[in-house]
C-alpha cells in the first residue's frame, strides 16, 4: 500500500486485514476510503448489466456494513474489551482510529444497507430477471435486513 497509495485493491485487501484482526474501527475507516476512491458521483455511474464493474466498491460498502455492525455490538457488549480506539502506525508516525458516534454508524449502517441493494440491482431500478433466480439474492437480502442483528 506504501508503494501505490492510489490503487483502491490495496487498500481494499488492508481493510480486509484490519477486519480480520479485529481492527474494527480501522478497518471502517479503511472501507470508507475505498468508498471515496472508486465510486462515481450518481450522475456519473454507468448502468454495467453485462459485467460486474461495481465488485470493489460492492465489497468496500459490505466492509462498511460489517465493520458498523461489530462496533456497535462491541459498544453494548460491556463485559467484551472495545477495539473502538486503537493505534497504528502508518509512515513511521502513530495515529489513532476512533470509532463515530453511535448515531453516525446508525447512519453508516443504513447508507450501506442503500448502496449494497443498489450496487446489487435489488433497490432503486426493475430487474428483468426475477429476484429467485439471481444466485445469493435471498441470502443477501436476509443479511441486510438483519441490522443490528
Keep these: 500500500m506504501l508503494l501505490a497509495p492510489q490503487n483502491p485493491f490495496y487498500v481494499l485487501q488492508f481493510a480486509e486485514t484490519a477486519a480480520t484482526s479485529g481492527q474494527w474501527a480501522l478497518a471502517l475507516k479503511m472501507f470508507l476510503r475505498v468508498v471515496e476512491m472508486v465510486e462515481l458521483p450518481a450522475d456519473e455511474q454507468v448502468d454495467d448489466a453485462n459485467g460486474d464493474g461495481?465488485?470493489?466498491?460492492?465489497?468496500?460498502?459490505v466492509g462498511v456494513k460489517l465493520s458498523t455492525r461489530k462496533i456497535m455490538a462491541e459498544a453494548v457488549t460491556a463485559s467484551v474489551?472495545?477495539?473502538?480506539?486503537?493505534?497504528?502506525?502508518?509512515?513511521?508516525?502513530?495515529?489513532?482510529?476512533?470509532?463515530?458516534?453511535?448515531?453516525?454508524?446508525r447512519q453508516l449502517d443504513a447508507l450501506a444497507t442503500e448502496r449494497v441493494g443498489a450496487l446489487s440491482g435489488s433497490v432503486g431500478r426493475a430487474s428483468t430477471t426475477s429476484s429467485t433466480t439471481t444466485p445469493g439474492y435471498g441470502v443477501m437480502m436476509k443479511w441486510l435486513s438483519t441490522a443490528g442483528n
Design 54 to 61: 461495481n465488485g470493489v466498491v460492492r465489497r468496500a460498502w
Design 81 to 105: 474489551p472495545s477495539n473502538s480506539k486503537q493505534k497504528i502506525a502508518l509512515g513511521g508516525e502513530e495515529e489513532e482510529a476512533k470509532a463515530p458516534s453511535e448515531e453516525r454508524l
